[in-house]
């Protein structure tokens, strides 16, 4: 199949938002799609719960054997792959032709590889300077190499949405990592390395970390991926133009709270309106999370003065209930950033700072 599309792909006309919204599967060969599901499954297959950056400190086997260079991501897929052809019962891709085979696995690796996010920006960059910058030309369903920058921004937000999802769903998972990470901790710390930034289970900054990796890398890859049709969610007709004042210019804004617009609703390049869960629930995560920043920060003084800081949410330090919905009064979003990290090679047109190149566990 490479260089060499089907007829029933030729024949096609291609969907695009003008049509309908998040319909990106309709524009993909089923072996495509196949590969796309494939990869989710693979892409942390035998992840040992330690970051890149620990692995290539520790000179682990994995980053020796890859040469420090997305030492888990090449893991993931190799590992997988291994298993996969460990076995006649597991291979369900038999009867496919070799070149198809070559082509499914081909696609595989390069969706898996694009999970590591020091490349993060570099991929950004590139669907945005095809999909969403001025004069963009946009995606063209027909060209294997636009298709496949597609899928790998699809598997790259299927890898980092957990703000995403609902809320008590994404607080639960939340915690989970950050158990992972404290792990990553205790053994940096009995092996006399320095504690990998958030890592340190007796000086927790989990609202600081979520806060920061929601405005910094989920949000803009939402937006980004919105902006192109792509999420999934409907049009929303009912809203009239005139309201433009009243629409955020993207449907992700760092004054977290301060409007009245819900985020989840946003206006696509052909002016139509669109809902998204998706981003409904990442901007509630993130207001909890900022909610959660701002107690912390209050709570210091009210002790000192003997007042009781109370709220429906619980600090950063406080891990025991996933269910809490944040407190019930309005906070506004403080000024105060966490100190960025610097990220490296990351291209100019992105002037954000933060970097997970020491906290690349999928949060």
């Known amino acids: 199949m490479h260089g060499d599309p089907s007829p029933a792909l030729v024949q096609r006309a291609s969907f695009n938002f003008e049509d ?23 892409h942390d297959y035998d992840h040992p719960g330690r970051t890149n950056a620990f692995l290539v400190t520790t000179l682990a086997p994995q980053a ?11 893991h993931h897929a190799a590992a997988a792959w291994s298993l996969f052809l460990s076995d006649p019962r597991f291979n369900f891709l038999v009867h496919l032709e070799r070149a198809e085979f070559k082509r499914f696995r081909y696609l595989i690796i390069e969706a898996i590889l694009a999970t590591d996010l020091k490349r993060h920006f ?3 960059a590139e669907f945005n300077a095809k999909m969403n910058d001025t004069d963009a030309p946009g995606i063209d369903w027909t060209n294997e190499t ?33 158990e992972e990470f404290y ?46 049709g792509l999420l999934p969610g409907e049009w929303d007709d009912g809203v009239q133009d005139d309201d433009d004042e009243s629409l955020p210019s993207s449907f992700y804004s760092d004054e977290s709270g301060d409007s009245d617009t819900p985020v989840h609703r946003k206006r696509s390049p052909t002016g139509r309106k669109i809902l998204c869960l998706q981003t409904q629930h990442l901007q509630e995560n993130h207001q909890y999370w900022v909610t959660q920043i701002k107690e912390s920060e ?19 330090e406080e891990f025991g209930d996933n269910n809490s919905s944040g407190d019930s009064s309005p906070i506004s979003l403080s000024e105060d950033r966490m100190e ?7 291209p100019k047109s992105f002037e954000r700072s933060f970097s997970f190149e020491k906290e690349d566990s999928k949060l």
């Open 183 to 228: 792990e990553q901790g205790d053994e940096e710390a009995a092996l006399g390395m320095p504690i990998s930034p958030y890592m340190d289970r007796n000086n927790p900054q989990l609202a600081k970390l979520q806060e920061s990796f929601i405005n910094h890398l989920v949000a803009p890859l939402c937006n980004a991926y919105g902006e192109a």
């Open 20 to 42: 309908s919204y998040g319909i990106m599967g309709a524009n993909f060969p089923a072996l495509e799609l196949m590969a796309l599901y494939t990869a989710a499954t693979m």
């Open 340 to 346: 960025p990290i610097a990220e490296e090679n990351s």
């Open 146 to 178: 636009d298709r496949l920058l597609a899928m790998q921004m699809c598997i790259k937000l299927a890898d980092i949405n957990g703000p995403c999802k609902i809320h008590n769903i994404h607080v639960q998972w939340t915690h989970r990592i950050a």
């Open 64 to 74: 020796i054997l890859y040469n420090d260079r997305s030492v888990l991501e090449n």
């Open 298 to 316: 209050l709570r210091p003084s009210a002790d000192a003065t003997g007042v009781s800081c109370s709220g429906g949410g619980r600090s950063g």
């Open 122 to 124: 570099e991929i950004l």
